[in-house]
């Protein structure tokens, strides 16, 4: 059975940074792809950024493109999503997922593609 329990979320102003969490245990992570998603109130969950096993692909949805960035250190079985510059939309709770299938070279934006899933921090923007 594999965990992940994200931390990091909290009250921020618009235009300050946090940076997430994630740490896994049950499997092998540094073989699969890692992603976080968002949803905030009365909105589907979205997207947000996703990593190779290997870290050397990354992908991100328009909004966040620049502002975040995710990474992994797969020594410590832990993926990081560090956000800058955040604005009141980014207002959520943020879902660490590991992706299902080991080894690949790109990852999406699909969520059936991720096979666990987190508790979810709370991040809160005010403007």
């Known amino acids: 059975q594999v965990q992940l329990v994200e931390s990091g979320g909290g009250l921020v102003q618009a235009g300050g940074s946090l940076r997430l969490s994630c740490a896994a245990s049950?499997?092998?992570?540094?073989?699969?792809?890692m992603g976080w998603f968002r949803q905030a109130p009365g909105k589907e969950r979205e997207f947000v950024a996703a990593?190779?096993?290997?870290?050397?692909?990354?992908y991100y949805r328009d909004s966040v493109k620049g502002r975040f960035t995710i990474s992994r250190d797969n020594v410590k079985n832990m993926v990081y999503l560090q956000m800058n510059s955040l604005k009141p939309e980014d207002t959520a709770v943020y879902f660490c997922?590991?992706?299902?299938?080991?080894?690949?070279?790109?990852?999406?934006?699909?969520?059936?593609?991720?096979?666990?899933w987190g508790q979810g921090t709370q991040v809160t923007v005010s403007s």
């Open positions: 049950g499997r092998t992570f540094s073989n699969y792809g």
């Open positions: 997922a590991a992706h299902r299938i080991a080894l690949r070279t790109i990852v999406t934006g699909l969520s059936n593609e991720y096979a666990y």
């Open positions: 990593i190779t096993w290997s870290g050397g692909y990354t």
